[in-house]
T-cell receptor
Framework: DAKTTQPPSMDCAEGRAANLPCNHSTISGNEYVYWYRQIHSQGPQYIIHGLKNNETNEMASLIITEDRKSSTLILPHATLRDTAVYYCIVRSMDSNYQLIWGAGTKLIIKP | DAGITQSPRHKVTETGTPVTLRCHQTENHRYMYWYRQDPGHGLRLIHY???????DKGEVSDGYSVSRSKTEDFLLTLESATSSQTSVYFC?????????????FGDGTRLSIL
């Protein structure tokens, strides 16, 4: 079973920041949080990952709470092309490294 | 984008026939993975490979076999296809499993078993 909980869908206005929450209350100390997205009919696209510090790259920012039980992916200036299903995944570094995928959040960017 | 090519991109076949899907990479990555994705669900791991001739089972391996005779190619075979194997199949690669390098995915093969 997926170790994360995400809302099934969200809307965001074009040009605004999209904030996607993820709950991972059972995360353990050696598990990273990964975010991927999947645009319709395409393969999943890696966005960002983190362990306990906030991370930022050219696509997004990842904010992880101090207790690591939840995180937020931030798309700073959402465009229509950001409409996709966003997956939050925790991945252990001492298991067989499987990514356990949940159902994700369908993010719809509205003009 | 990662150099991953899946073939064929679409296939329709009949129950009981053998089917082989190919994943080809140009990144010289050690790890390769096969996933399936069904409507309304996330991806589920079928098999993965951690080197030439080194493979292991994933969450949903029944009815599937894999082979990796060279670094760049990872084949997924359905020995006798069933309608329950109708799905979209994704290949992924990563340079190292023991570490934080993310997996990168191909564009998928849409397989229909009639």
């Amino acid at each position: 079973d997926a170790k994360t909980t995400q809302p099934p869908s969200m809307d965001c206005a074009e040009g605004r920041a999209a904030n996607l929450p993820c709950n991972h209350s059972t995360i353990s100390g050696n598990e990273y949080v990964y975010w991927y997205r999947q645009i319709h009919s395409q393969g999943p696209q890696y966005i960002i990952h983190g362990l306990k510090n906030n991370e930022t790259n050219e696509m997004a920012s990842l904010i992880i709470t101090e207790d690591r039980k939840s995180s937020t992916l931030i798309l700073p200036h959402a465009t229509l092309r950001d409409t996709a299903v966003y997956y939050c995944i925790v991945r252990s570094m001492d298991s067989n490294y499987q990514l356990i995928w949940g159902a994700g959040t369908k993010l719809i960017i509205k003009p | 984008d990662a150099g991953i090519t899946q073939s064929p991109r679409h296939k329709v076949t009949e129950t009981g026939t053998p089917v082989t899907l190919r994943c080809h990479q140009t990144e010289n990555h050690r790890y390769m993975y096969w996933y399936r994705q069904d409507p309304g669900h996330g991806l589920r791991l079928i098999h993965y490979s951690y080197g030439v001739k080194d493979t292991d089972k994933g969450e949903v391996s029944d009815g599937y076999s894999v082979s990796r005779s060279k670094t760049e190619d990872f084949l997924l075979t359905l020995e006798s296809a069933t309608s329950s194997q109708t799905s979209v199949y994704f290949c992924a690669i990563s340079p190292r499993e023991q570490g934080v390098q993310p997996q990168h995915f191909g564009d998928g093969t849409r397989l229909s078993i009639l």
